[in-house]
Each structure stands twice: as C-alpha cells, then as structure tokens.
T-cell receptor, first 107, second 114 residues
C-alpha cells in the first residue's frame, strides 16, 4: 500500500526550514528516504528501523513514530543543493514509494 | 563496484514494436526491483525478485509486460507490443534482502513510444 506524502510541493528561500511527512495505514518494518534530482536516479538518504527513532546529521534528519506508521524528514537551513524531489519508501520485503514532494530552493 | 547498470539509457520506438530493457545489479545483492516513473503516477513498483525468483509482479500493468532474471547478474523487462502510454523512465534497483538496507538505483532508461 502506497505511503501518503505531504506536502506535494514546497518552495523555500535559502536558509529556511522544511518538513516532509510520510504516513502509512499499517506499521512497517522500515522507512527509507531518497532524493531525486531532475533527470537523475533517486539517491538514498537514510533508513529508520525502530519506532521512536531519530537520525541524521544537523541539516537533514528524520524521525519514525512509535507505531512505525509515520515518518518526517527535516531539512534545516536549506541550501540550493537540497532542491529536488524527496520520496519516502516503505519496506517490508518490497519497497513501495510515495508520490514524492518537490522542493524548490530559491536564492 | 560500478553500481547498477541499465541499458539502453534512451530508447525511442514505434508503437507495436518490442522493447527490451536490461539491468545488471550490484554484485552480491539478492533483491532486484523494476520501477516505472511518470509525472502522474510517481515511482511505481512493477516487479521484484529475490534470489532470481519473481516474488511479486502485481504491479505489472498488463500481459504486454514481462520480466526475467535468468541469473544473479542480469534481468530484463520486456514490453511487447509497446504503446505510447508506456512512455516513461524505467528504473532498476538492487539491494540486499534485509529490510535495513537501502536500494541502489540504476540511471534509468527513458522510453519513448511514438
């Protein structure tokens, strides 16, 4: 079952923060986050496995709620290089991706 | 390792023709996924294999689509006959089977059916 991502698109100015949400109707083994630049393949950002987990570095981080049904990606003090489409992927055995969140960073 | 290798990178074909997309996964990865990406539908999972065996092909849109993985280092996705609505970017990705490991994507094949 496809995860639901929100918002569909975000426009920010450089230095602003963004939050991208991903939710599922059932608890899952893990959540993956990927970023895709225009014309390129998706690139892995991070995986969260445990309920209540938070990980990442200071500028890009993510959380996984206790019930393992919702994850959020946090982009802090955004840079131009953060532009792209962000996908969450829910994995049991296969990986099912949400429809993506398009992020545009303006100088 | 060179990563996941897909060929061709671009394919333009006429409606009704057969199209074969190819993928070489990362050595040692035992899961392989085929995705189709369009603006409307995003990244759709078409089929995935574990240890060369097709596990779930419920995403394959029609009988015109077929996929094979004859060995651990090669997979094909075939469309016969092709239609204009098949135009999309097709990605192959590979992973170890454990859920804690990420998928690595190939550069994709941009298919245009005219």
């Amino acid at each position: 079952q496809q995860p639901v991502q929100s918002p569909q698109a975000v426009i920010l100015r450089e230095g602003e923060d963004a939050v991208i949400n991903c939710s599922s109707s059932k608890a899952l083994y893990s959540v993956h986050w990927y970023r895709q630049k225009h014309g390129e393949a998706p690139v892995f950002l991070m995986i969260l496995l445990k309920g209540g987990e938070q990980k990442g570095h200071e500028k890009i981080s993510a959380s996984f709620n206790e019930k393992k049904q919702q994850s959020s990606l946090y982009l802090t003090a955004s840079q131009l290089s953060y532009s792209g489409t962000y996908f969450c992927g829910l994995r049991d055995d296969k990986i099912i991706f949400g429809k993506g969140t398009r992020l545009h960073i303006l100088p | 390792d060179a990563g996941v290798i897909q060929s061709p990178r671009h394919e333009v074909t006429e409606m009704g023709q057969e199209v074969t997309l190819r993928c070489k996964p990362i050595s040692g990865h035992n899961s392989l996924f085929w995705y189709r990406q369009t603006m409307m539908r995003g990244l759709e999972l078409l089929i995935y294999f574990n240890n060369n065996v097709p596990i779930d092909d419920s995403g394959m849109p029609e009988d015109r689509f077929s996929a094979k993985m004859p060995n651990a280092s090669f997979s094909t996705l075939k469309i016969q006959p092709s239609e204009p609505r098949d135009s999309a970017v097709y990605f192959c990705a590979s992973s170890t089977r454990q859920g804690g490991n990420e998928a690595f994507f190939g550069q994709g094949t941009r298919l245009t059916v005219v």
